[in-house]
C-alpha cells in the first residue's frame, strides 16, 4: 500500500518542531546560555514548547501512519492529519505568547490527544476485525 498523505502532514508538523527549535537556538546564542536553563524564564518556555512538541508529535505521526497504512478512508486520514497539525501549531502559539493563551495551548493539547486516541481506536480496530 502506497503511503501518500502521511508524508504531508508529518513534513509540516516538522516545520512547527523546526520554528520551536529555532526559537530556542536564537534566543540562546542571542543570550549567550549554552547549557540549561540558567534560571531564564523565557527561555525554559522556549524549551518546554519544543519539548512538548517533540514528545507528543512522534507519536501521533506514528498513529496517523498507521492509519493510512490501515486503509482508512483518505478523507479520514485527511481530517486527522489537518486536526494534528492545527493542534500542534495552536499549543505552540499559545505557549510561545506573552502573556500565554491559554485557551489556545489547551485547544492544541484537545486537537493532539484526539488524533492519538482515535487513531488509536481506529486502528486497533481494524487489527481486531
Known sequence: MSVAITPIYAALTAFIFLAL???VISYRRANLI????KGDKN???RMRAQANCAEY????VL???????????ALATHLLGISLVAG????????ASTPQKI?????????TL???????????THALL
Request: aromatic residues 8%; charged residues 10%.
Open 114 to 124: 484526539l488524533v492519538i486516541a482515535l487513531g488509536a481506536i481506529g486502528v486497533l
Open 43 to 45: 527561555l525554559l518556555k
Open 103 to 111: 485557551i489556545l495551548r489547551q485547544l492544541g493539547m484537545l486537537l
Open 63 to 73: 498513529i496517523l501512519l498507521l492509519v493510512e497504512l490501515s486503509g482508512a478512508p
Open 88 to 95: 500542534r501549531a495552536l499549543h505552540a502559539y499559545g505557549f
Open 57 to 60: 508529535a512522534p507519536f501521533a
Open 34 to 37: 549554552s547549557l540549561g536553563d
Open 21 to 23: 527549535s529555532w526559537r
